[in-house]
Nanobody
Framework: QVQLVESGGGLVQAGGSLTLSCAAS????????MGWFRQAPGKEREFVAR????????AYADSVKGRFTISRDNAKNTVLLQMNSLKPEDTAVYYC??????????WGQGTQVTVSS
């Protein structure tokens, strides 16, 4: 099992910035990638960004490319999501997840991000 705890969400004005943090514990050695997803009201959960735990390779959704940056601190088993130039459409609950194989197996409880216009 891997336990994930997100933090850093909140209310911010459009154009502002927030940094989300995800702390992992438990069987973290089994992690292949860590990522961020989000779910807005009335919408399905969508992929935001991911990072390979060993190589550091990153990937982003087109909607956040150039504005969001995902990074990791292997020593602290922590993944960050730096979000800049936030837009009202970025409003959602943001979830941290761990992929150990072909699927995103473990999920955090989520943290709310609200961007006001």
């Amino acid at each position: 099992q891997v336990q994930l705890v997100e933090s850093g969400g909140g209310l911010v004005q459009a154009g502002g910035s927030l940094t989300l943090s995800c702390a992992a514990s438990g069987r973290t050695f089994s992690a292949y990638s860590m990522g961020w997803f989000r779910q807005a009201p009335g919408k399905e959960r969508e992929f935001v960004a991911r990072i390979n735990w060993i190589s550091g390779y990153t990937a982003y959704a087109d909607s956040v490319k150039g504005r969001f940056t995902i990074s990791r601190d292997n020593a602290k088993n922590t993944v960050l999501l730096q979000m800049n130039s936030l837009k009202p459409e970025d409003t959602a609950v943001y979830y941290c997840a761990v992929r150990t194989g072909a699927t995103w197996e473990f999920w955090g409880q989520g943290t709310q991000v609200t961007v006001s216009s």
